[in-house]
């Protein structure tokens, strides 16, 4: 009846009922029942009924029977619990503190490294991909992340003051970027110190200090610095050297500091080569170039003529590097990419219905080329981490040997020849580039004389 009706709850299995009895054969060979309470003993009827048994429990012991009877409730829940650990929960690995913090530390720097926004650990997805990767491991909140930032943060600090502590001199980079937009701008500063054994050189990031001002003037760029020395406890006194990108309001930071000044080499270099190639012919030549890369750039369907064009001429599928104005570079690899490949760029402006370049053209845009390589090279010297302020000396001497052996081959009969790529007021400067009439041929070939650097 309760089974009918739906009350359970009341209803008790044959497993609890025989959880308090006991069954045996007695002398006669009949199957008998014994209460396991007050061992009472009942008979089995043939049907295999257990009626008897259960009047006597509920007659005589109801306490005895609720508790099984809770007991039965508390196991049928906890099986059907979803918050229950499983198998394989339970077997699963557990993550020590240390390792998690490891975890951790790890996580945060390939978020830096790859410039990642810090809402990616809310993200499900990556959620998902990490517990696949290690389910013991979970992932820091968004503060978290900052708060483990922060710390490494401090961490590196403690390290760079260690460092300095036993410098004597130290020597600084600054240089100052600001966004297109001038939305942002920033000041990095870079910290250069020898080991007390003058072995090695520690070349480290000190500070990117992000200017919010109007005006960046020396005052407030020096108070910056400032700021970053005192919080890794670096004596103003102990500040030697400042090596900048050239900028008047720079060589005043340092003549605030008492510092020696010392224009960074690469910079030089920049000034030297941007104001040689913004001449004539190289200024116009150069720029016809970065009008066709542009439209490369710009263009899916330019772009894939293009890499049609190398295919069918069996050259290097490789893109016009893109020139950037204050990187001048950029202008060497543009240069290079397009005259490697010359054969396929023709068909290129034929195809978007532009002039081909001339022979005499060809051969001055390679002249250029082969002027800007021991720039390009010395510049990449230069910029070696372990590069010293004597390098000066010998980038120098290589320079200007390189360049005059361009200018010594210069004569009235190239001058003739090329003469009317310049304009008169240009002519001083055509010597800065060595021009090459002896060939004759329809051909884009390189000239083994250019000034080259092993």
Avoid at 27 to 36: F, I, K, L, Q, Y
Avoid at 342 to 348: G, K, N, P, R, T
């Amino acid at each position: 009846l309760d089974i009918a009706t739906g009350n359970t709850d009341c209803v008790i299995p044959v497993a609890e009922i025989e959880h308090l009895s006991g069954k045996f054969v007695d002398d006669t060979g009949s199957d008998v029942a014994e209460c396991r309470i007050c061992s009472k003993i009942y008979k089995i009827p043939r049907c295999r009924s257990t009626s008897n048994l259960l009047r006597h429990l509920k007659e005589n012991h109801p306490e005895e029977l609720r508790n099984a009877n809770a007991t039965r409730t508390r196991r049928e829940k906890n099986n059907n619990d979803p918050k229950q650990a499983t198998l394989e929960e339970t077997l699963k690995r557990k993550m020590t503190k240390a390792q998690k913090e490891s975890l951790d530390k790890k996580l945060a720097t390939a978020v830096a490294h790859g410039s990642l926004p810090l809402s990616i650990v809310a993200s499900p997805s990556f959620s998902d991909f990490v517990t696949a990767l290690n389910p013991s491991y979970r992932t820091p909140s968004t503060k978290g992340l900052k708060d483990v930032m922060r710390a490494q943060v401090q961490e590196v600090d403690d390290e760079h003051r260690a460092l300095f502590a036993t410098a004597t001199d130290v020597a600084i980079t600054i240089d100052c970027w600001k966004s297109k937009n001038g939305n942002c701008s920033l000041l990095s500063v870079t910290g250069h110190v020898f080991s007390s054994d003058f072995n090695r050189r520690h070349n480290v990031v000190l500070d990117c200090i992000t200017l919010k001002e109007k005006s960046q003037t020396a005052n407030i760029i020096a108070s910056k610095i400032r700021q970053s020395l005192s919080r890794l406890s670096i004596s103003e006194t102990r500040l030697k050297y400042v090596a900048p990108d050239g900028a008047t309001v720079i060589e005043n930071v340092s003549r605030d500091f008492g510092a020696k000044y010392i224009h960074c080499c690469a910079h030089v270099i920049n000034l030297i080569v941007s104001k040689s190639i913004a001449t004539t012919p190289a200024n116009g030549l150069i720029q016809r170039i970065k009008q066709v890369v542009a439209k490369i750039n710009k263009s899916s369907k330019t772009k894939f003529e293009y890499r049609e064009y190398l295919q069918e001429m069996d050259l290097p599928k490789k893109m016009p590097c893109t020139e950037c104005p204050t990187r001048w570079g950029s202008t060497f690899l543009m240069l290079s990419d397009v005259l490697n490949a010359m054969s396929a760029f023709d068909h290129l402006m034929d195809y978007l219905k532009l002039s081909r370049f001339e022979i005499e053209e060809v051969r001055v845009l390679k002249k250029i080329r082969n002027f800007l390589e021991p720039y390009y090279t010395m510049t990449n010297q230069v910029c070696f981490k372990d590069s010293t302020a004597s390098m000066y000396i010998g980038v120098a001497q290589i320079l200007i040997s390189a360049t005059e052996s361009s200018s010594s081959s210069w004569s009235d009969e190239k001058w003739l020849r090329y003469g009317r790529y310049y304009d008169s007021d240009s002519s001083s400067e055509s010597s800065d580039t060595d021009y090459d009439s002896t060939d004759e041929e329809n051909s884009y070939e390189e000239n083994s004389d250019a000034p080259t650097l092993d």
